[in-house]
């Protein structure tokens, strides 16, 4: 069985103004895992409110959420969540954000803290252990919001569109940073892009789904192998599986 089974999900809001708002309509997918899974989506399909469902925040008015072979619908506490902002504490320094949640939970802080110092090299961070989030570059942010959501020690992340601030030069650095990292560590991730590219470059697969109500309509397997430079996105097979991907978005919207 797959690590990550999100089965018939479906959530219906009700306005401000009283009107009932479908976001979802039985959305299914799964994550082995250690795998690296994009959704792509027009905006308002509803994938932030498919993570908070995941992520245990929202419960679903159907459908159930299975983390490890046991239904989580509805629990908090099994899936780490990145949403785009950083949101890191600007009084805190890059060492102390990322320690947010050993801290929150109790945890031995000087045994966390060796484990930090051992991964910020890897985060691109040495020497940026004390600097203030304002002394940062919005990359640099980045890694150390992810550091923060690793720390967290879940077995599955969610990342939400974590790179759409950044300039399209920084972009691309971080996407072959989060590639670099994920094939170190083999954590979990499903993550939410409106960038084809980027969850073509990024995934082992991509997951597209429909206009509000959100529903998966297409699945697309990824085989570009492990290796990935940057300079894949101008090849053959890249460029193919690209625009089958938007073919895919752009024939439900």
């Given at each position: 069985?797959?690590?990550?089974?999100?089965?018939?999900?479906?959530?219906?809001?009700?306005?401000?103004?009283?009107?009932?708002?479908?976001?979802?309509?039985?959305?299914?997918?799964?994550?082995?895992?250690?795998?690296?899974?994009?959704?792509?989506?027009?905006?308002?399909?509803?994938?932030?409110?498919?993570?908070?469902?995941?992520a245990g925040l929202t419960k679903?008015?159907?459908?159930?959420?299975?983390?490890?072979?046991?239904?989580?619908t509805g629990m908090t506490g099994?899936?780490?969540?990145?949403?785009?902002?950083?949101?890191l504490l600007p009084w805190r320094?890059?060492?102390?954000?990322?320690?947010?949640?050993?801290?929150?939970?109790?945890?031995?802080?000087?045994?966390?803290?060796?484990?930090?110092?051992?991964?910020?090299?890897?985060?691109?961070?040495?020497?940026?252990?004390?600097?203030?989030?304002?002394?940062?570059?919005?990359?640099?942010?980045?890694?150390?919001?992810?550091?923060?959501?690793?720390?967290?020690?879940?077995?599955?992340?969610?990342?939400?569109?974590?790179?759409?601030?950044?300039?399209?030069?920084?972009?691309?650095?971080?996407?072959?940073?989060?590639?670099?990292?994920?094939?170190?560590?083999?954590?979990?991730?499903?993550?939410?892009?409106?960038?084809?590219?980027?969850?073509?470059?990024?995934?082992?697969?991509?997951?597209?789904?429909?206009?509000?109500?959100?529903?998966?309509?297409?699945?697309?397997?990824?085989?570009?192998?492990?290796?990935?430079?940057?300079?894949?996105?101008?090849?053959?097979?890249?460029?193919?599986?690209?625009?089958?991907?938007?073919?895919?978005?752009?024939?439900?919207?």
């Amino acid at each position: 069985m797959a690590y990550l089974v999100v089965s018939d999900v479906a959530k219906t809001y009700e306005s401000a103004g009283g009107r009932r708002v479908r976001a979802l309509a039985g959305v299914s997918l799964q994550l082995d895992k250690g795998e690296f899974v994009s959704i792509v989506g027009p905006s308002g399909c509803g994938k932030t409110t498919l993570f908070d469902i995941i992520a245990g925040l929202t419960k679903p008015d159907r459908g159930h959420v299975i983390i490890d072979g046991v239904d989580r619908t509805g629990m908090t506490g099994y899936a780490s969540y990145m949403p785009q902002e950083d949101l890191l504490l600007p009084w805190r320094t890059a060492l102390q954000n990322a320690l947010l949640a050993p801290e929150l939970k109790g945890e031995d802080l000087n045994e966390s803290k060796q484990e930090v110092l051992r991964l910020i090299d890897m985060f691109g961070l040495s020497g940026f252990e004390d600097s203030y989030p304002f002394e940062l570059s919005g990359g640099m942010r980045q890694r150390v919001a992810l550091l923060r959501t690793v720390m967290c020690k879940k077995d599955i992340m969610l990342l939400d569109e974590p790179f759409g601030a950044l300039d399209a030069i920084t972009r691309r650095e971080m996407q072959a940073w989060l590639r670099s990292v994920w094939e170190q560590l083999r954590i979990t991730v499903l993550f939410v892009t409106h960038d084809v590219e980027e969850a073509v470059y990024l995934s082992d697969r991509v997951y597209v789904m429909s206009s509000r109500p959100g529903r998966i309509v297409r699945e697309h397997v990824v085989s570009l192998g492990s290796n990935r430079p940057s300079s894949i996105t101008g090849s053959p097979e890249f460029v193919a599986l690209r625009a089958q991907v938007i073919e895919s978005l752009v024939s439900r919207l």
